[in-house]
């Protein structure tokens, strides 16, 4: 991927980061904003839906080795909770993307293709930050990893949009939700 492929991406998670309903944005739209036409936009992607795929392929890959990357210290559990919804917040273009467009999500296409890429990618995932569980199955880590996942994507939109506030009351509360939801399959973290 050269240069120009990564500003095309980059742009392409900014226009479809804004926190509207389906966050709509035309390849005219996106070609403008890059100065571009989009018939150079198509010599480098197909379709639009090729596009968002790919785009959603580089956020999603980024923000899971982040994950794992912390995952993999060990840190405490409510650190670990705390890091994560931090990420999120951080990185706000992220969060409304993938929330807009990610798999697993409101949006992701139903083809049965792109669910199972989805399911793959989440066991693969979930086995990697998940590291320090003992889960019985890879159905159990798609589960768990799935569910944990949307619930940063969706804590951190609410309090993005001040739908409630991030204070210490709300991130105690985030703790016990996926403390409780990862401990309802086994018998507790070993962190």
């Known amino acids: 991927m050269d240069e120009l492929d990564k500003q095309i991406l980059n742009q392409t998670v ?5 926190d509207l309903a ?7 739209e996106l070609a403008q904003s890059l100065s571009l036409s989009e018939s150079q936009l198509l010599t480098r992607f197909k379709t639009r839906e090729q596009l968002l795929h790919e785009a959603v392929e580089m956020v999603f890959t980024s923000e899971m080795a982040f994950i794992a990357d912390i995952s993999t210290r060990g840190p405490r559990f409510e650190y670990w909770v705390n890091r994560l919804l ?9 969060t409304f993307f993938i929330l807009n467009y990610g798999m697993g999500l409101a949006k992701a296409s139903l083809a049965k293709e792109d669910l199972k890429a989805y399911h793959d ?17 890879d ?23 001040g739908e409630c506030a991030d204070g210490e009351k709300t991130r105690r509360l985030l703790v016990t939700l996926i403390g409780h939801g990862m401990n309802a399959l086994m018998k507790g973290p070993r962190v």
């Open 14 to 18: 900014i226009l479809g980061s804004r």
């Open 22 to 28: 389906e966050a709509p944005f035309s390849l005219a």
């Open 86 to 94: 931090d990420y999120f917040l951080f990185h706000k273009e992220e």
């Open 121 to 137: 990618n989440m066991i693969f995932w979930g086995k990697k930050i998940l590291c320090y569980f003992a889960l019985a199955s």
């Open 139 to 161: 159905e159990e880590y798609f589960f768990v990893w799935s569910a944990t996942f949307r619930s940063f994507v969706y804590a951190a939109a609410n309090i993005m949009r």
